[in-house]
């Protein structure tokens, strides 16, 4: 088992359930967290607590272990004169002053935009396919 405070590097290709690949950094640099941190989904790493360098792994997290379910009080509706014009197509991200989340536009309407604050990822079952790179 990797011992709290072990900086773990790993290559990791990200794929939603009907197999979309949502992110991989795999042929670039290795993704590093520290053991014991909470810099990764906390069951992503109890699953890689037990490798080594060059291990592979599957693990598959449903929405609760990851980031979490939709929360239909995530959505907000605004005056659409309080968006930009040029964002206001559905997908758009946002930033807003004081926010640190991800802010999307999730459906344009005649006088009102609604906005979703759920995590991008929020109510997906994910697979991580992972390469361990080093741990030291």
Sequence with gaps: MNAPG???GFEYTLKL???TVVESNVGGSAFEFVTGQG???PKLEESLSELGADDTCSVTLKPEDAYGPVNDDAFREVP???IPEPAR???TQLKADGY???IRVHEVRNEHVV???NHPLAGETLTFDVRVVAVS
Excluded: N
């Design 6 to 8: 072990k900086t773990v």
């Design 17 to 19: 359930d009907d197999g």
């Design 39 to 41: 810099q990764i989904l």
């Design 80 to 82: 659409i004169d309080q």
């Design 89 to 91: 197509k559905v997908g």
């Design 100 to 102: 640190i989340g991800m």
């Design 115 to 117: 906005l979703d604050f």
